[in-house]
C-alpha cells in the first residue's frame, strides 16, 4: 500500500528497475476521494508475484533506510 498514487508509481519504478515485476492497483479509486473514504482499502497498492514479496520488501527497506 502506498499513500498516494505517485509514491505508489515510484515504488513501482523502483522495484521493475531492481528487476522485479509489479503492478500499481486500485488507481481508479482515487477518482472517487471525496465520495469514498480513504482507507486501507482504496488506497493504491503495488502487487508483486509471491515468490518476489520478500526481496520486493528487503529492496524498499534498503533503499528508505539507505542501506546498500
Not at 500499481?24 to 473514504?37: I, K, S, T
Not at 482504496?42 to 527497506?61: C, F, G, M, N
Request: charged share 20%.
Amino acid at each position: 500500500m502506498a499513500r498516494n498514487l505517485a509514491e505508489a508509481h515510484l515504488i513501482a519504478g523502483f522495484l521493475a528497475a531492481e528487476g522485479i515485476a509489479c503492478e500499481v492497483r486500485g488507481e481508479h479509486l482515487m477518482a472517487g476521494y471525496g465520495e469514498l473514504p480513504i482507507t486501507y482499502d482504496t488506497l493504491p497498492s503495488i502487487w508483486v508475484a509471491p515468490e518476489d514479496r520478500t526481496k520486493a520488501r528487503q529492496r524498499i527497506e534498503q533503499a528508505l533506510h539507505g542501506l546498500s
